[in-house]
């Protein structure tokens, strides 16, 4: 017992509490998928007599996604300038706040409204959770911390997915076709909870802050200059996402259309970036091995939120039986998180000093991943729906999906000075999210269209197959420099 206590370090306690953050942040965003399902199915409130329910559901998240991309940048800026754990803590009890009023609201504007807003707060978390795990980790651990930190990710789908449809299932006889609402309560006042937890425990060891310097990102936390950055931010991109909403709408536009315009906002926001800041942005963007790994992010934001979002259906679609039934499947591809990304973690660092360490691991994992896929789609277009054999395919396509994240967070942060991190993992993901706006409500569409997931399917293996060239186009030069220069 003592020997375990002796090996304990301060920098596995911020990694067991970003855990918990990313465990109740995407059960928050997961949430919306089974309840959406739930209100088609049960033709609840905005989605009753409506010819294209999916495409309606698949919009809602493509809205979330577009509040959630245009926070990227800003939010590692944020972090950059007031501090990353500032911006964390901020970025949770944010995210209480709009799930539960997300519960007790009603109509379809302001269900959307604080879903954007929900999207807004915890657009900021990503950046500065890399950036804080990369601050207070040893160099030949970054990228094992931030495998284990994800793994948060792969038990709040898996929570999310199973989670919520209990809670419906629990709720319904007492509230009726308004148990849509229940988990809303149940998930807000957790995040509320687990906001407090951080704020109180996710502070660097008191010695640690004497040897450091008090002004770096990682140590310093301005909370009341995040908030009112964070609420002047969100107020200028709500009234611009809300803005597009009810402009397309009132000109009749579909709903994919809305995604490709809210998709628009981002070459936008960039652009705006540069001119405003460009002694910061052009670096960002002028590393070309960089580039690639931003644009492979968005196939990896599209099969995430296409399975996050739609999984449930999806099993539902080709066999997978009631809404519990369904989850149940669907969730193997999410707990497989829990192995994939310590796992992946760990081999990156392992790889990290060879020539093309990294940037190997990251291509065969992509590879598998790609051929997973159109396994998971032959298997159910041909009509079979064994549901252990779906489980047994999901759960292995998401060993290598889970496994690929922090092999490239750890490239990408190999790639980045120190100073600029936060701002690169937010340009990365304000990118990535491309793919997660889209998914969604393309995804839908095609399903609206067809009357199945299959081609949805497809599509989702042929867009990975892009993200396989570009994971190849990475150099090794660059990337062995890097890895070198951050070891000495």
Known sequence: MTKVKEKWQRYHTIWGLLLLGWVISYIDRTAA??????????????????????????????????????????????????????VIVCSI????????????????????????????????????????????????????????????????????????PYLLTIAEPFMGVEAWRFPFYVTGLLTLIIGLILYLFLKPKTDSVKEADKSSPGIKANFGKTLGYMSGYSVVFLIIIMGIYFVSVRLDLS???????????????????????????????????????????????????FYGFWSVSIVQDFGGGALMSAALVASFNGVAGIIGFPIGGKISDLMANRVNGRRNVLVVLTAVLTVLIFVFAAY?????????????????????FFALQPVAHALASDLTPEESKGSMFGMLNLIAEIGA????????????????????????????AVGLVLVIAIT???????????SA
């Open 33 to 86: 998928g089974p309840i959406i399902t739930f209100m088609i199915e049960n033709e609840v409130s905005f989605f009753a007599d409506v010819d294209n329910p999916h495409v309606i559901g698949g919009l809602i998240g493509s809205l979330f996604f577009a509040g959630f991309m245009l926070m990227q940048f800003p939010g590692g800026y944020f972090g950059d300038k007031f501090g990353y754990r500032a």
């Open 93 to 164: 009890f944010w995210a209480g706040i709009a799930t539960l009023f997300t519960g007790l609201v009603g109509g379809l504007i302001a269900f959307i409204i604080f879903r954007v807003l929900l999207g807004l707060g915890e657009g900021v978390f990503y950046s500065n959770d890399r950036s804080y795990i990369a601050y207070h980790s040893p160099a030949n651990k970054v990228g094992t911390g931030m495998g284990v930190v994800l793994t948060g990710v792969s038990i709040g789908l898996t929570a999310g997915l199973l989670g919520i």
């Open 255 to 305: 709903e994919v259309a809305i995604a490709c315009i809210l998709v628009m906002l981002c070459p936008l926001l960039i652009l705006y970036l540069y001119v405003t800041k460009k002694s910061e942005i052009k670096p960002l963007l002028a590393n070309k091995n960089l580039l690639f790994l931003y644009i492979f992010f968005i196939p990896v934001m599209w099969h995430l939120w």
């Open 380 to 400: 159910v277009m041909m009509g079979y729906s064994h549901p252990v054999v779906m489980s047994v395919i999901l759960f292995v396509s998401g060993l290598f």
């Open 437 to 464: 706006v889209l998914a969604p409500v393309i995804s839908g569409a095609i399903r609206d269209q067809t009357g199945n997931w299959g081609m949805a399917l497809l599509l989702d293996g042929a867009i990975m």
């Open 476 to 486: 090794s030069k660059s990337t062995v420099t890097a890895v070198v220069g951050k």
